[in-house]
């Protein structure tokens, strides 16, 4: 079945940088496009990029521009988000989803199971 | 791009019938029909309920169903059960290659 597994909890200081990864399996890998998706506790759903894992062109919000780098390795089916400058307010689970259209202008399903990222000094 | 706009919380009892919305803009929920539906309980992954407005996945049960209207897209929910109670969130494509969540509604079965 269409699997997402990410990679496991993360801790670190303000100014750092995380890097989360996504494997894929259970399907092409390069033919479906993958998000990423970030939710502060209690708070909403937030859209945070994509990248077309077909080429490796990326799309970020306007708020995360010039701090988020999403990448892919089609070789291991892998799908990366690093988010630098790291700040509290950047304490949060974060999401990957594949998006559910060939067309990548879709829908996101399946959801990773989430990685938890905190900052905190 | 502005979150879209849903109630912050309905509620409803076993049998009944509820629908959530979720408002946004001519860039996003007027211009595509690429709104999209998510169910989340507490501690877990978001899952996809609705798709292109109204498509169920399969597997999704019949009594989710969606529908729009200009600027305003609604989740409609038939025959509350108790496992329904979890938030929802409706996302639109917002154009340029960007999406755009709502704020979520707590569902509540009385």
């Known amino acids: 079945q269409v699997q997402l597994v990410q990679s496991g909890t993360e801790v670190r200081k303000p100014g750092a940088s995380v890097k989360v990864s996504c494997k894929a399996s259970?399907?092409?890998?390069?033919?479906?496009?993958i998000h990423w998706i970030r939710q502060a506790p209690g708070q909403r759903l937030e859209w945070m990029g994509w990248i077309d894992t077909g080429n490796g062109n990326t799309k970020y919000s306007q708020k995360f521009q010039g701090r988020v780098t999403i990448t892919r390795d089609t070789s291991a089916s892998t799908a990366c988000m690093e988010l630098s400058s790291l700040r509290s307010e950047d304490t949060a689970v974060y999401y990957c989803?594949?998006?559910?259209?060939?067309?990548?202008?879709?829908?996101?399903?399946?959801w990773g199971q989430g990685t938890l990222v905190t900052v905190s000094s | 791009q502005s979150a879209l706009t849903q109630p912050a919380s309905v509620s409803g009892s076993p049998g009944q019938s509820i629908t959530i919305s979720c408002t946004g803009t001519s860039s996003d929920v007027g211009s595509y029909n690429l709104v999209s539906w998510y169910q989340q309980h507490p501690g877990k992954a978001p899952k996809l309920m609705i798709y292109e407005v109204t498509k169920r996945p399969s597997g999704v049960s019949n009594r989710f169903s969606g529908s729009k209207s200009g600027k305003t897209a609604s989740l409609t929910l038939s025959g509350l059960q108790a496992e329904d109670e979890a938030d929802y969130y409706c996302?639109?494509?917002?154009?340029?290659?960007?999406?755009?969540f709502g704020g979520g509604t707590k569902l509540t079965v009385l």
């Open positions: 989803a594949r998006d559910g259209s060939r067309s990548g202008y879709g829908w996101f399903d399946p």
């Open positions: 996302c639109s494509y917002a154009g340029t290659s960007a999406w755009v």
């Open positions: 259970g399907y092409s890998f390069s033919s479906y496009a």
